[in-house]
């Protein structure tokens, strides 16, 4: 008799407690707002993602890249142009 008295308990503690998470959570989850990712107004922005402009930068005084990395992305944009001409004339050369 004793043993089903202990189930009868533990099961109805393990209602309780069940219950007392399940009620409880969305309560709990719902008082704590979860902290901003982004304390400026990008690169997220309403659940978007936002490209800041030149002026933005500017006015935040933050710099996109700097004038070396500038020229190196010139220089690795004019390579790509050059190679895929040279793809697209070996394109055409082999078709005729």
């Known amino acids: ?20 998470i399940a009620l409880g959570a969305p309560t ?3 008082a704590e707002a979860p ?24 006015a935040l005084h933050l710099q996109d890249v700097t004038p070396d990395q500038t020229r190196e992305i010139d220089r ?8 895929s001409q040279k793809g697209l004339n070996r394109h055409l050369t082999r078709k005729r």
Do not use: C, F
């Open 35 to 58: 902290p901003p990712l982004h304390s400026g107004p990008w690169p997220i922005h309403n659940g978007r993602t936002h490209q800041p402009t030149e002026d933005e930068l500017r």
């Open 76 to 83: 690795l944009y004019d390579q790509l142009l050059a190679d």
């Open 28 to 30: 709990a989850l719902a």
């Open 1 to 20: 008799m004793t043993a089903d008295k202990l189930r009868r308990a533990i099961l109805v503690y393990a209602l309780l407690a069940t219950r007392t």
